[in-house]
């Protein structure tokens, strides 16, 4: 589904991703694990379209989208959720739903189902400005966002970075309901999610995958993984 | 769930532009029922006898430009010290239509907003591409020029500094040289604009322009093409104020460069501010107080701008979200028991 070759990406000077190859396969949740600095956020910025690959091609379904912007790449399916939780704070929790439902056709009523089948407590908050919400229900709401409109793969930037254990486990369970229905690629600091969802791993370190592992057992172990973060 | 979410069935997005007429027309009237015209009506028609027909219709003209400025800065962000511009280039064009093409008043009014949309249309093809202070300069720059062109180049056509006298023949049985029927139709013109930018911005396309003032970037993550819509909302910006501009010319029967004054734009900042940026009642009553304060003050006080900017200071400290905020939130506090006090101080500008 995702094929990357050969990616050098820079800020500036910088180069943060030396010679990044990989490959994504359909339906499968990839896991990206690293310390500070090795380059994960980078590369999902990358594949967004947000930064631009010095070198190397990034091929999606079998077509180059390297260089293509990030609203060429949601018509393609791709959806972002990025490491901020930023919501439109100063829409309603209703508004944020309905301004993705816009945007990709879907029926107002049939995105707000979607949304609330996976967390039906937002039902509660539908008039509430999103701004109002916690951390754990804003990123519910991001990750139910990017189910509007038929995604096809979802990136999401460290999704349970600063949350309490219980919101984690929640968000777990809402990806863990997404297996085997869309494809996603994930950047995770948490082992103990990556143990339960990961269907491949990749380790990136100093801008390079130093491992991908695909084995469950593993990606199980996680006292070896954590020599990695 | 799991049919909904499907791999292989999963149809791309649509990237269908929204369609302003679309939703207009599918957005629910009675969410803008008639009470909110009325009520706008009514005021308009309340104070007149306060001050003077003349007076009011003026304020009301004001009130259509504090609206256009509204939908820029108060609902997409984007200040702009440069909208004085697109009134000025309606006032001329309306000025000009009437003395050189027809005096038919309302042709000269459409003329006006013609022109001041096409000059915003082109010009947003360059502006809309900034955010923040370069957005706001590039449009003082614009404004700057035009300024200068309707002064000393084209002096032939506009007669420069002493400006030239507009006499727009009936309309009908109707002349709008008439002081009271001049109030009506701006009082209508008011309520038309109301009424639409009110659908608009309660539609699809205000939750948009609203969700790209807080983030751009993430918008174009759901699929929008953020360049379209902010040069859309910059065109529809200029038109009205080429309304107001058409208007004012009328109601004087003159224009002049001051009708493209650059320090004017201050006039319009500051009634938004006042009144409540991202609220279309904000820009009316900020309209109001704002030209109450500047046609009443100086008859009492000599140097009025100091009390102005100390009331902007009062505003930006006490009250950010405005007169019409502030009315809006304790009338909830009181009333629905929704918002805490404290809660109105968090609200930014």
């Given at each position: 589904?995702?094929?990357?070759?050969?990616?050098?990406?820079?800020?500036?000077?910088?180069?943060?991703?030396?010679?990044?190859?990989?490959?994504?396969?359909?339906?499968?949740?990839?896991?990206?694990?690293?310390?500070n600095?090795?380059?994960?956020t980078?590369?999902l910025?990358?594949?967004?379209?947000?930064?631009?690959?010095?070198?190397?091609?990034?091929?999606?379904?079998?077509?180059?989208?390297?260089?293509?912007?990030?609203?060429?790449?949601?018509?393609?399916?791709?959806r972002y959720v990025a490491q901020e939780k930023k919501v439109f704070g100063n829409l309603t929790v209703q508004e944020n739903i309905?301004?993705a439902?816009?945007?990709?056709?879907?029926?107002?009523?049939?995105?707000?189902?979607?949304v609330t089948?996976i967390y039906p407590k937002l039902k509660d908050f539908l008039?509430t400005k999103a701004g109002q919400l916690s951390g754990g229900q804003r990123q519910i709401l991001l990750v139910g966002r990017a189910l509007?409109?038929?995604?096809?793969?979802l990136l999401v930037d460290e999704p349970t970075q600063g949350l309490a254990a219980i919101v984690i486990e929640e968000i777990v369970n809402i990806l863990?309901?997404?297996?085997?229905?869309?494809?996603?690629?994930i950047v995770e600091q948490n082992?103990a999610m990556?143990?339960?969802?990961?269907?491949?791993?990749?380790?990136?370190?100093?801008?390079?995958?130093?491992?991908?592992?695909?084995?469950?057992?593993?990606?199980?172990?996680?006292?070896?993984?954590?020599?990695?973060? | 769930?799991?049919?909904?979410?499907?791999?292989?069935?999963?149809?791309?997005?649509?990237?269908?532009?929204?369609?302003?007429?679309?939703?207009?027309?599918?957005?629910?009237?009675?969410?803008?029922?008639?009470?909110?015209?009325?009520?706008?009506?009514?005021?308009?028609?309340?104070?007149?006898?306060?001050?003077?027909?003349?007076?009011?219709?003026?304020?009301?003209?004001?009130?259509?430009?504090?609206?256009?400025?509204?939908?820029?800065?108060?609902?997409?962000?984007?200040?702009?010290?440069?909208?004085?511009?697109?009134?000025?280039?309606?006032?001329?064009?309306?000025?000009?239509?009437?003395?050189?093409?027809?005096?038919?008043?309302?042709?000269?009014?459409?003329?006006?907003?013609?022109?001041?949309?096409?000059?915003?249309?082109?010009?947003?093809?360059?502006?809309?591409?900034?955010?923040?202070?370069?957005?706001?300069?590039?449009?003082?720059?614009?404004?700057?020029?035009?300024?200068?062109?309707?002064?000393?180049?084209?002096?032939?056509?506009?007669?420069?500094?002493?400006?030239?006298?507009?006499?727009?023949?009936?309309?009908?049985?109707?002349?709008?040289?008439?002081?009271?029927?001049?109030?009506?139709?701006?009082?209508?013109?008011?309520?038309?604009?109301?009424?639409?930018?009110?659908?608009?911005?309660?539609?699809?396309?205000?939750?948009?322009?609203?969700?790209?003032?807080e983030d751009?970037?993430r918008?174009?993550f759901?699929?929008?093409?953020?360049?379209?819509?902010?040069?859309?909302?910059?065109?529809?910006?200029?038109?009205?104020?080429?309304?107001?501009?058409?208007?004012?010319?009328?109601?004087?029967?003159?224009?002049?460069?001051?009708?493209?004054?650059?320090?004017?734009?201050?006039?319009?900042?500051?009634?938004?501010?006042?009144?409540?940026?991202?609220?279309?009642?904000?820009?009316?009553?900020?309209?109001?107080?704002?030209?109450?304060?500047?046609?009443?003050?100086?008859?009492?006080?000599?140097?009025?701008?100091?009390?102005?900017?100390?009331?902007?200071?009062?505003?930006?400290?006490?009250?950010?979200?405005?007169?019409?905020?502030?009315?809006?939130?304790?009338?909830?506090?009181?009333?629905?028991?929704?918002?805490?006090?404290?809660a109105?101080?968090k609200?930014?500008?």
């Amino acid at each position: 589904m995702l094929e990357i070759r050969n990616l050098d990406v820079a800020y500036g000077h910088a180069k943060v991703l030396h010679d990044v190859s990989l490959d994504i396969e359909r339906g499968e949740m990839a896991f990206f694990i690293g310390r500070n600095g090795a380059g994960k956020t980078t590369l999902l910025k990358t594949i967004i379209g947000l930064l631009k690959p010095q070198n190397g091609s990034i091929v999606y379904q079998g077509q180059e989208i390297s260089g293509l912007s990030p609203e060429d790449l949601y018509l393609k399916g791709l959806r972002y959720v990025a490491q901020e939780k930023k919501v439109f704070g100063n829409l309603t929790v209703q508004e944020n739903i309905e301004i993705a439902a816009f945007a990709s056709g879907e029926p107002m009523d049939h995105a707000l189902d979607k949304v609330t089948r996976i967390y039906p407590k937002l039902k509660d908050f539908l008039k509430t400005k999103a701004g109002q919400l916690s951390g754990g229900q804003r990123q519910i709401l991001l990750v139910g966002r990017a189910l509007v409109g038929e995604p096809k793969l979802l990136l999401v930037d460290e999704p349970t970075q600063g949350l309490a254990a219980i919101v984690i486990e929640e968000i777990v369970n809402i990806l863990s309901g997404l297996k085997d229905q869309v494809s996603a690629v994930i950047v995770e600091q948490n082992l103990a999610m990556v143990n339960r969802l990961a269907d491949r791993l990749f380790i990136l370190k100093e801008g390079k995958v130093a491992r991908e592992i695909v084995d469950r057992s593993e990606i199980s172990d996680t006292k070896e993984l954590e020599e990695y973060l | 769930m799991k049919k909904e979410l499907s791999l292989d069935e999963g149809k791309a997005p649509c990237d269908k532009p929204i369609d302003l007429l679309a939703e207009l027309r599918s957005t629910p009237i009675k969410e803008h029922g008639v009470i909110d015209l009325l009520g706008i009506a009514a005021f308009f028609l309340v104070i007149t006898p306060l001050l003077s027909t003349h007076r009011i219709t003026d304020f009301m003209i004001f009130c259509i430009f504090a609206m256009s400025f509204d939908l820029l800065y108060g609902y997409m962000g984007r200040l702009s010290f440069g909208q004085m511009l697109y009134l000025g280039t309606g006032a001329y064009f309306c000025g000009l239509f009437i003395r050189y093409v027809s005096g038919n008043p309302l042709l000269a009014i459409l003329a006006g907003i013609a022109f001041a949309g096409f000059l915003s249309m082109l010009l947003g093809l360059i502006i809309v591409r900034t955010t923040g202070a370069c957005f706001a300069l590039i449009n003082l720059a614009f404004n700057h020029i035009g300024f200068f062109l309707v002064l000393s180049p084209l002096r032939g056509i506009t007669r420069g500094e002493d400006g030239f006298g507009v006499s727009a023949s009936k309309f009908g049985s109707l002349s709008l040289t008439s002081r009271p029927i001049m109030f009506g139709f701006v009082l209508l013109c008011v309520l038309l604009v109301f009424y639409v930018l009110r659908r608009l911005t309660s539609s699809p396309y205000g939750i948009l322009i609203r969700s790209i003032k807080e983030d751009e970037t993430r918008v174009r993550f759901l699929g929008y093409n953020t360049f379209y819509y902010k040069w859309l909302t910059f065109v529809l910006a200029g038109s009205i104020a080429g309304l107001a501009g058409s208007l004012t010319a009328l109601n004087y029967s003159y224009v002049n460069p001051n009708a493209m004054d650059v320090h004017s734009n201050v006039g319009v900042v500051f009634a938004c501010l006042i009144g409540g940026a991202g609220n279309l009642y904000g820009a009316i009553v900020g309209g109001v107080v704002y030209m109450i304060i500047s046609n009443l003050l100086p008859i009492y006080i000599y140097r009025w701008e100091m009390f102005l900017g100390f009331s902007l200071i009062i505003i930006v400290f006490r009250f950010r979200t405005g007169v019409w905020g502030y009315i809006q939130r304790s009338w909830e506090y009181l009333v629905k028991r929704k918002v805490v006090p404290g809660a109105m101080k968090k609200e930014a500008i």
